[in-house]
């Protein structure tokens, strides 16, 4: 089931698509979580892929939409939402380049 | 005393009303629920500086209940973890079993109460984040019904899972501060009427007379024979009260874990994205593009932090949604209607907490797939919205806590609490 690092199997991904998946998720990691990671995701995706011995269920809907009338309510002050910003610049947010 | 356990990541005094039902008593409120001016960490590097400008809504009703808050209780970073010990602020220890963990996530909030250092404590639960470090540190914990107790003001983990709870030395000290917390709020969507006027308290009156409690086979099964042991003497003792014992059986649960992980990543690497060092958190800096300082932002996080984002990125991405998020989804479902179809025959459903007492410190955090399945037994009452009590039933081993859990259908709150007094005495 579990195969490692060679691509055989989909459900354990190598360290190359351990670094693919960090940075979709934004996740910068050195090179042993690289490797820890790859080495302990095959056993954890293989247990999750129990899930398809999971039978269809019927689900319930019972979920319902809250409302709240679109009026204006107390909020934070700029100088509040600013306070736990590492960087600000003339009441703004400060952040990086986007390019 | 706290730097004996670990207990607090910070120590602060917030003095509530002058009067109002607790007036008199202590809480400790885990790290992960804001407090206006007092730091919340959340257990993680990523907030170490972060300073809420508003209180939680459970924080408010503490204040105005006239609660002293004295700290913010150790955690596991984010809630993930089962044993305090992914804290960026060091680990957590477990007043009554030294070299043991104090369970987790909300280890710090259970241990501030076994240790005397706070009277009551408030914690969270995903997946058994009250009731496993209650059993563990020999305390009562209480994961209320889903929508039972307001989520504003808790850093996120997993929202369609966790709520916050008491934990307590009594079943009636968790329950009035279940009191306390509970009812509808404007800023929670998924609040409920539920619990606006409650008397929890009441209900703790240890009479479990023509009470009929289930016993699912598959939440015993995997014990450790100690913990079983303890678990048969408290259905005896039940027995020896009036209440009726019958087996029952939750064939779903078997795959709650797989479901719960899932789920619970899946959320968790949404839910994280927020911190990217620019409004609040760490700043990896203004080099390079805004993905590369978002990224380099986020090396803040812990491995256990970035195990759970990355899996989940993974549960979610192209390819894999249906093979994995939208089972887990059907998994839930099957859970629900588990639990049901055996409310139809009996009042509570009783298992042991933890299957095992509790670990040795370091154990747990070289196998993560090993400490996820310790959590077997609380995580199916999360993927039903249920609530459900841990109350100590004794010890193994020369003095290590044992705790049996009792669920009941939604809102049956004053069900556990029943029953569950009726353990203590």
């Known amino acids: ?99 | 005393m706290s730097a004996d356990h670990n207990v607090f990541i910070t120590e602060e005094t917030v003095e509530g009303a002058a009067n109002g039902p607790l007036a008199d008593r202590t809480v400790a409120v885990k790290d992960n629920i804001s407090t206006e001016g007092v730091r919340t960490t959340c257990g993680s590097e990523m907030l170490e500086d972060y300073v809420p400008p508003y209180d939680a809504t459970v924080v408010e009703k503490l204040k105005d209940a006239g609660a002293t808050i004295v700290g913010k209780a150790n955690m596991d970073e984010f809630g993930m973890g089962s044993t305090t010990e992914t804290s960026a602020f060091g680990p957590a220890e477990n007043p009554v079993a030294p070299g043991r963990v104090p369970g987790g996530s909300s280890g710090g909030s259970a241990a501030a109460v076994a240790a005397g250092e706070a009277d009551l404590a408030l914690g969270s639960d995903t997946g058994g984040s009250i009731r496993n470090p209650a059993a563990f540190c020999g305390v009562v914990g209480i994961k209320p019904t889903y929508g039972l107790v307001s989520r504003y003001g808790l850093v996120a983990y997993a929202n369609s899972l966790e709520q916050i709870g008491p934990l307590a030395p009594t079943v009636e000290e968790a329950a009035a501060l279940l009191d306390v917390i509970s009812g509808p709020d404007p800023r929670d969507a998924t609040t409920r009427e539920e619990g606006a006027d409650s008397d929890y308290a009441s209900a703790a009156t240890g009479d479990v007379e023509d009470t009929t409690v289930g016993v699912p086979t598959e939440l015993v099964e995997g014990a450790d024979e100690g913990v079983r042991e303890r678990f048969e003497a408290t259905l005896d003792d039940l027995e020896s009260r009036g209440a009726t014992v019958e087996e029952v059986s939750l064939p779903s649960v078997e795959h709650a874990v797989e479901a719960y992980y899932v789920i619970a990543m899946s959320e968790a690497s949404s839910n994280l994205a927020r911190f990217d060092g620019v409004r609040y958190g760490e700043s990896g800096g203004f080099e390079g593009n805004w993905n590369e300082a978002f990224s380099n932002s986020r090396e803040a996080f812990g491995e256990e932090v970035k195990r759970r984002i990355l899996l989940g990125t993974y549960a979610l991405s192209a390819g894999y949604h249906d093979k994995y998020y939208k089972q887990a989804q059907d998994a839930r479902a099957w859970v629900r209607q588990d639990f049901d179809e055996a409310f139809e025959s009996v009042d509570v459903l009783a298992s042991p907490t933890m299957p095992t007492p509790p670990f040795a410190v370091g154990d747990s955090l070289d196998d993560p797939l090993q400490m996820y399945l310790a959590d077997a037994n609380t995580v199916p009452v999360n993927l039903a919205d249920l609530p459900a009590i841990s109350v100590p039933a004794g010890e193994v081993d020369g003095g290590l806590p044992v705790g049996v859990q009792f669920i009941a259908p939604a809102f049956g709150e004053a069900d556990i609490i029943r029953v569950g007094s009726a353990v203590e005495n």
């Not at chain 1, 269809?56 to 107390?74: K, P, Q």
């Not at chain 1, 100088?79 to 960087?87: D, H």
């Open chain 1, 1 to 99: 089931m579990s195969d490692t690092s060679d691509g055989s199997d989909d459900a354990a991904p190598g360290p190359e698509e351990v670094r693919h998946v960090a940075d979709l998720a934004r996740v910068g990691l050195d090179d042993e979580e690289v490797e820890r990671f790859a080495d302990q995701f095959g056993d954890i995706l293989d247990y999750f892929e129990t899930l398809e011995e999971v039978p269809e269920v019927e689900r319930e809907t019972d979920l319902v939409n809250v409302m709240r009338a679109d009026e204006a309510r107390d909020c934070l002050s700029q100088e509040e939402a600013l306070a736990n910003a590492p960087e600000t610049e003339d009441g703004y947010l400060k952040g990086p380049n986007v390019s």
